[in-house]
């Protein structure tokens, strides 16, 4: 069982970038894939990026995909969301979620149901 905790959302113009970071409570955060997800006014709750549980397979949305880039650092039990060239688009809330059985490949989403322990949200605007 894992806790997840979230930090670095904000304000942004269009453009700029924030990091996200998502930090972990628990004893085998390195058996657990993570994934971050976000849900904008009006709309469903959709995933951003996943990472394996070592790092080795990463997925991104097509939306985000060479603008983002999800990491981990197992050590220290976090992991993070670089978020660059950010678009209004981008605006939505954003969880960190950690999942016991999700397999992460490049050409597959994995799906929200996999994923067990979610984090509080962290609020991301960017203006235009």
């Known amino acids: 069982q894992v806790q997840l905790v979230e930090s670095g959302g904000g304000l942004v113009q269009a453009g700029g970038s924030l990091r996200l970071t998502c930090a972990a409570s628990g004893r085998s955060f390195s058996s657990y894939a993570m994934g971050w997800f976000r849900q904008a006014p009006g709309k469903e709750r959709d995933i951003v990026a996943a990472?394996?549980?070592?790092?080795?397979?990463?997925y991104y949305d097509t939306s985000v995909k060479g603008r983002f880039t999800i990491s981990r650092d197992n050590a220290k039990n976090m992991v993070y969301l670089q978020m660059n060239s950010q678009k209004p688009e981008d605006t939505a809330v954003y969880y960190c979620?950690?999942?016991?059985?999700?397999?992460?490949?490049?050409?597959?989403?994995?799906?929200?149901?996999?994923?067990?322990?979610w984090g509080q949200g962290t609020q991301v605007t960017v203006s235009s």
């Open positions: 979620a950690a999942s016991s059985r999700a397999r992460i490949s490049r050409d597959y989403a994995p799906r929200q149901a996999a994923f067990d322990y």
């Open positions: 990472i394996s549980q070592s790092g080795t397979f990463t």
